[in-house]
């Protein structure tokens, strides 16, 4: 059993790294071709390739549920080709057999994928943000309106990168009054945090003056200033931010729980956030299941056909998988079904599936 074990795993590995590798390649090569476009100044070509290659991680660990179910569909197809499973199965060996000896390599991707979106994405992604904004940015005060936006009670900030080692380059906060009135606007080229609060350096600060209290002469004038360096309390630590500047889907779960509460706190909207938690959470139970659907179709409906066929069914599944996760997240936070239910409906879909083809083929 040891030797088909190995026999199987050899096939269902190496199906799955080709379709990985080959998948992430090309990701990566558009995504260079993408980032041309923004070479110039300090972005330079060298400073584009080092971005690619930083998110290398993070395509790797994207690709991996789509990888592992035409991956399987590949391996398993050319032992179903070569009448190699017919084989195994006259010998003796039950599909519920064959079944475990596909599930053993899995589990190997399972623990790699879980290994990648805890500790190696959520870094080499922060990291990869903060050089290419950095290089875009340079000292200016908002180079990109889209980029990072956030509410710190009545504060409304614009940061344009978070350095590895916590410190901010370029924060741009607009402080409003009770009354919704804007305050105060301000340009700070860096903020670095001790522990407890940020200093601000090299701030440019605009003040609004507001009606309350002042002559009617005065109401709507502003002035402006340049101060050296500045104290500023927030609950907002470097942890944090690191969050904010990276896309849910690319955090690790603690950050992910982490930034869900602080939001929660300030009565700000974390629906996205609990969602991409519980992608990540299930993200093993995910796997099996696409693995699951692509052993029901070789001992099924795609036990006989080209591997063309096999490579475009696993396509469709796949792709439908990852659209309907993409579909029912926001769709729970507009009707307020728990974040769970949007993540584990496509898998029980696919989970059903796999085990109805698989009962039908006995």
Known sequence: MKILDLYVAKHVLGGFLIVLLVVAGLDMLFALVEELKEV????????AIQYVLLTAPRRLYEFIP???????????????SSSELTVMRAAGISTLG????????????????????EFVVPHTEQSAQSHRQVMLTGDGAIYDASRVWHRDEMTFLH?????????????????????????????????????????????????????????????????????????????????????????PTNLSMSGLLAYSDYLDEQGLASAQYRIAFWTKLLLPLAIFALVLVAMSFIFGPLRSVTLGQRLITGIIVGLAFKLTQDILGPTSAVFGFPPFVAVMIPIAICIGLGFWLLNRAK
């Open 66 to 80: 789509l990888s592992s179910l035409i991956g399987c569909l590949m391996g398993l197809g050319i032992l179903a």
């Open 159 to 247: 940061i344009n990168a978070v350095i590895p080692d916590g410190s901010v380059r370029g924060l741009t906060r607009y402080e409003f009054n009770d009354d919704l009135t804007l305050a105060r606007s301000s340009f700070a080229e860096e903020a670095r945090f001790d522990g407890s609060q940020w200093t601000l350096t090299n701030i440019e600060e605009t003040r609004f003056a507001v009606a309350e209290g002042l002559p009617e002469e005065e109401i709507g004038s502003l002035s402006t200033a340049v101060i050296d360096s500045e104290v500023w309390r927030s609950g907002l630590t470097p942890e944090l931010l690191q969050v904010v500047m990276v896309k």
């Open 40 to 47: 110039g100044g300090n972005y330079t070509f060298a400073s």
């Open 98 to 117: 064959i079944i475990v000896s596909v599930m053993k390599p899995v589990l190997l991707i399972i623990v790699v994928a879980l290994g990648l979106g």
